[in-house]
């Protein structure tokens, strides 16, 4: 593989959704049965993918909006999750993210929509208290 | 039903996906079968949805590459065919689009970024085909 | 495999979809290939599943619609318009059928709902002109 | 929007899942994130949606067995659990909604089927309990 | 319905998702709700199914593979572990489910590889902790 | 990007899908729309996917009946016709896809299972009669 691709994907994936979660993941795959399958992630969709960014079409708020809209499609929570986490750090405003969500409800039903809002809920709510902790 | 909902979604509505399909579309729906749907397509989908951009947190820019996405990952042939035209008509450029496409690949699999470049193809052609005959 | 439940499910099978349809999948399924999938089809499908009818909790009109329901969201088109024939034959009015696919479009989305009155117009169009034909 | 749609919507979504969920839903709406989207759901959803009852094409028990087969189809399992206590709600019987539930996992897979009765054998035992601490 | 077929199909799903499991799956299939469901999924997806073992074109560890690939895409994570642990009673290595994993991650997208080693590495973790807890 | 892995996914990808069809794919990639996505899709999805193959847990065989199962539920048809005629290439028999797609009518319903029995004849019957036309 390319190590080139793999380094610029890994320091996109640790900006995007946090290095303490990349961190465990590719820990994580460093058993046996992940690790080449960590590789794989960083290497092709964080770095061949995301890190197309230095082509300038799509900005990073750009793909995290891409990416709330298809994974809530896809119906993958804990990914959704971590994704809202990451769009807030690309600096999407919870005024994006909640037009967003809207256009999947109306494209992808109700229930997606639904589902989507309450786990964006849960996401800010503890991103709060975290940040009045932090601040305490 | 909202009337002003209706006529403010009308109104985009033909900007994004062009005048004469929606007009052959409603007019479809003057049939007892159609009309309901058509009207609540436009009110709600339009009018309540997309003419959310009134509030400012996504362009039409935007809108139209979350429905790539999300359309692409519904697997819904004729709906992406018909907003990647009303992509290009809100100004995305063959750029942004192709990123949104690999963006897709990545999440939703790769045989749904074949198909949705496949897709692309097909309407590109058609519209630069359409464009030598306008300007011939 | 039991016959007798072949025989039923051939029984429903014919009258819901088509005797026609029905011959020549069986007969198709006179191949080595097909024949046992056919055959489970059929036992399975129509004999176990729309056999229950003599349990009397749902009618045959239920069952057609709630397979528009569930086949428009799986975006399954050819099966679509197999059953949206055999919701006619199973005595559901057009108003149903109509209403049926609205709440498809509000719960699985805005194109599954839009791809679905599209077929339905087409197989209402192919119904009125066969049946213009018959009585001319 | 429509106030009038949005009343008939609030009418009928308390009366299907519940006026305390869905006071909490409009409520939890009043912050600036979900108000707009809880709106939409109640106005053309159960407004547009549902409100069309007063057409009679399909009945409460119509549209709740149609939407336990889509949101089955669909995989939301909080939905689906919320619509089983609608049906139950909106008078369907259990055999109903077996028989819905056995036509889910014949067109929608049997892990469709398997995850909807697992569901609904726990709604069922909240149900049975909540009635028995009723009537104690 | 068949009980030759029944029977097959009992003695396959015991010995494939692990007697324990069936055993309650069918005694809960006792009461009136889960009866008839239980003993179709039995008769026909173990029995008409997996049975056609006999005809000797695909392997127990086939089918287990081609299940964990369809599960992962259907994104059904009780079945999936359920499955998982099929995979190992019918012999797969942990390779062939790393590779199998991997190629359902390309193929239904990177969120559906994501979530299929996740719940893979729960698995093989319960799995080896219950296998100490028996050699102690 | 890697060229090895590159060359190494070329070369699979000529052996299984068909050398005309990649090098028309990769020609057409070379305008600038599709280019940067066919390399993705030979170097990512064959070279470090498929070319896992050099490991020994799966076998090409594997792989494509792992894909029919699939595409096959993700409802891709030019995609599954594509992968059929590479699990021909790849000495599936035709025993082993009918059985595939058995288990995928079980497990992902049986419309999945009707369209994918009908692309599977059509297939055949192509290749068939390219294989009469061929020997003639």
Not at 39 to 45: A, P, Q
């Amino acid at each position: 593989m390319s190590d080139e691709l793999f380094e610029r994907g890994l320091e996109i994936r640790r900006a995007v959704v946090g290095a303490e979660y990349v961190d465990r993941a590719l820990e994580g795959g460093a058993d046996d049965f992940s690790r080449d399958f960590q590789r794989l992630v960083t290497e092709f969709c964080w770095g061949a993918g995301w890190g197309r960014e230095e082509h300038g079409a799509l900005s990073r708020r750009d793909r995290s909006l891409l990416n709330l809209a298809m994974i809530g499609t896809l119906n993958r929570s804990d990914e959704f999750k971590l994704h809202l986490r990451g769009a807030l750090r690309n600096g999407c405003t919870r005024e994006e993210i909640r037009d967003t969500l809207i256009q999947l409800a109306i494209y992808a039903g109700i229930p997606a929509g639904v589902e989507a809002f309450r786990l964006a809920r849960e996401v800010f709510a503890a991103v709060d208290a975290e940040s009045d902790a932090a601040s305490a």
